[in-house]
């Protein structure tokens, strides 16, 4: 995609219906969305955050990452919020062939698997976010069919953006969000200076306004 904005438009929804974008919902629900973790600069201090607001996420964390970072990814478990899959080596899913793509996931998903931890049991969670968003028709069929459910977002807070400032990340996020929408950030050295600025605010923001943050669903029946 040449043009990215911060509200995914209908039409590219339309394009890929069976990739989970949003959820319909009449509850003031927000499914806020960490990815490229585990890092120890940041996922720790997300995690503090996310406790002060008694609020939870999903992690989708790259598998290499969790090698390194094995207990980090331990304590989002034990933390109570979702898993999910993104890649083991954070591949482009337009460079790569399917079969090398699915190889690649489903190593992060074995990583997952051998770094779990009780009470939380990952063998029902498949949920994969492809990186850069970067995902083929064919390669997301495929993944379906492996008993993936493909996340995708309906706001993207450009938290990893120079360009974006740490405000401009904070209002883009609290202007365009709905209940119901799943919103991107990384919990990565690299989209800090926004994260740190951006999610506080957007974390106060919403519970004044009597919303709760919620991991996403893991069943996807
Ligand atoms: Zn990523």
Redesign the pocket.
């Known amino acids: 995609m040449l043009f990215v904005p911060v509200k995914t438009p209908g039409f590219i929804k339309k394009l890929l219906p069976n990739f989970i974008w949003e959820y319909t919902t009449t509850q003031k629900v927000l499914y806020l969305t960490f990815?490229?973790g585990p890092t120890p600069e940041i996922t720790h201090w997300t995690l503090k955050l996310l406790q002060q607001f008694q609020a939870k996420a999903t992690f989708f964390c790259i598998g290499k990452n969790i090698e390194l970072f094995p207990d980090i990814f331990r304590d989002i478990i034990l933390q109570g919020h979702g898993i999910g899959n993104?890649s083991h080596t954070?591949i482009k899913g337009w460079q790569i062939n399917t079969a090398k793509y699915l190889s690649d996931i489903n190593q992060a998903q074995r990583t997952i698997k051998n770094y779990t931890v009780p009470p939380k049991n990952t063998n029902a969670k498949r949920l994969f976010r492809p990186?850069?968003g970067q995902i083929t028709p064919k390669q997301g069929k495929v993944l379906i069919q492996e008993g993936y459910a493909v996340v995708t977002w309906s706001i993207l807070s450009f938290d990893w953006d120079k360009n974006t400032t740490p405000e401009s990340c904070y209002q883009n996020i609290i202007k365009h969000t709905k209940a119901g929408d799943i919103v991107v950030f990384?919990d990565s050295v690299k989209a800090s200076k926004n994260l740190m600025y951006a999610l506080p605010r957007v974390l106060a923001y919403f519970s004044a306004r009597g919303y709760q943050f919620h991991a996403l669903p893991e069943s996807f029946n």
């Open positions: 990815d490229d993104h954070h990186p850069y990384h």
